[in-house]
């Protein structure tokens, strides 16, 4: 799935299919290069089971998802949840700025 040509760091955004069948979409929460596993964030998934849960998945399973995708309202209250719950505040202020931004655009 991924070709090894994009470089991924923690918090980018990732999909693929877990070694049990799952579609998998989340952020890397953290890296072991040495063993070509990445730790993702489950934030949507087929199993709704693991939603919320932190999972190993080797390099070759996932590939980057481009951050220039726009979100819409739904998505970043959504983020911003999770950005809680895993208890990052710096993607938490980034997300409720972004989200800011848009309630603004639209009044």
């Known amino acids: 799935m991924n070709d090894h040509k994009t470089i991924l760091k923690n918090s980018d955004w990732v999909k693929g299919i877990s070694r049990h069948g799952e579609l998998i979409i ?58 809680l719950s895993t208890g990052d505040k710096e993607w938490f202020n980034e997300l409720s700025a972004e989200l800011n931004g848009k309630k603004q655009s639209v009044n």
Not at 36 to 43: I, K, T
Not at 46 to 62: A, W
Request: charged fraction near 25%; glycine fraction near 6%; proline fraction near 3%.
């Open 26 to 83: 989340g952020f890397i929460d953290s890296m072991n290069i040495f063993q070509e596993a990445v730790y993702v964030v489950v934030a949507e998934s087929d199993n709704e089971e693991l939603i919320g849960k932190t999972i190993p998945m080797s390099l070759t399973q996932v590939e980057s998802i481009p951050d220039n995708e726009t979100k819409d309202a739904g998505q970043l209250e959504f983020l911003i949840d999770l950005a």
